[in-house]
């Protein structure tokens, strides 16, 4: 095409003319069509203006070629994109988002070349992270939201995943990197499901966590719009639950990001913002990798509105209960802000504490009687209840009444139950009296599926 060359197409005067002229010299669709074409579109992004990209976009947009089996000339096109001019928003209002549209429309209509060009894709994406201006982080929101693109990236290979991940984070480290820009945080939206997807070997976990860990440190908010997140903010959201959901069954990867995951949990706006205290859960069979960061995170349960901790503070007391024993008062009185069918996590914990220091739950059997009041809570109160009653039996003897009434609400509790009344039942003769009467009622008046607990108890 002759007018491609002239000074009417470049100052883009005339480009309508040049429209037409694609549109005759494709409609044979032959080889001869498809190299018009991307010599239409190379010229598009030599001239690099609102215009020529928008020219860009609409003739790829129409199907005039079939890119199917033509990955070369796909690749030829992309790797032209490393040529445009880097303009500034104020420069030009429309040129930067006008790029995106231009790649992102490539790449979606040339879907069936995916596989092959993956490599070229994923090397474009590293240089415009590595370039990291506005207009090439257009760029990387072009490629990263292209559809089918997405999942590619996911499945990129280790050297392809280390090579974005460095590159992304060359991009938030720099001296120059805005976390606060529209175009990050748009960039960073996508690109970190596929980091956190694609990140399988040890080496590109440990940048993963590098990288999870860098953002955790910095501000995760607007400070002029405290509920939009910055880029640091952003990429936490979605690596931080990927990362923990695919290591949960390796702790010595769990324990790369345990000490930022505590930090942000104790920053009650951001734990709230981002429910991180959810994902605590994820740690209730890997107590001992919380236990080194007890005291901060008692700290995080006990000033904040984080309750779900409260479901793996049983877990981490078995491997650290130093801080646990020293603040039991705060972790009592926290109770109360809690409603009670969440307070299982609590008797739980207080079963744990009763097993290795009975004396420190002693002055808390009041608290283990409200635990009858709700049937999630009733068997680790009555299981505690069991340990301090072998500890020290006196303060119990005027609980039988209580938890007679506690078989009547609960009759699926009656072992517990005859469990704490038989110890109660050892303290003197008269007890001993009482309580084997209540047992010998039971073999006659109880669940006959029982009875076996009930002789047993009772020998």
Known sequence: MECLNTDEFKTGKNLRKAREELEAATKSKDDKALRTMVDFLCACL????????ELFRNAVRDNLVKWKGHEKEVCEVLDKFRTIKEIKKEDDTWYNSRTDDAVEELLERSKTCHKKIRPNVVSLLVFALNKGSETFLHLAKGITWADGIRDMLNKMTDEESKSVMEAFFGLI?????DPESTIANAVTSWLSTNLAESARSTENVKLL?????????????????????TTYGMAIRTLMPTFLSKNMSNPENLMLITPGFIRLLGNEEV???????SYVSMFMQQG??????????????????????????????????EPFQKRLPEIVEKMDDIDANRQYGFYHLFHEISKSDPQAMMPYIEKLEEGFDDASCMSYALQTMKELCK??????????????????????MCYFIYEVLSLIGLYNEEYAERIMAYLTDKLTSGDVMYQSSVLMFMK
């Open 391 to 412: 500890y020290d039996t006196k303060p119990f003897l005027d609980k039988i009444d209580k938890l007679e009434e506690a078989y009547k609400s609960q009759p699926m």
């Open 46 to 53: 030599d001239c690099s203006t609102e215009k020529h990209m």
């Open 271 to 277: 734990s709230e913002q981002m429910s991180l205290s």
């Open 209 to 229: 966590s590098e990288i999870i860990n860098y953002c955790s440190e910095r501000d995760l908010y607007n400070e002029d719009e405290p509920d939009r997140e």
């Open 288 to 321: 001992e990798l919380l236990a080194p960061h007890a005291d901060p995170l008692l700290d995080a349960f006990i000033k904040n509105d984080a309750d779900n901790i409260v479901d793996v503070l049983p877990a981490v007391y078995k491997h650290n209960p």
């Open 173 to 177: 480290k720099s001296d120059t990197f």
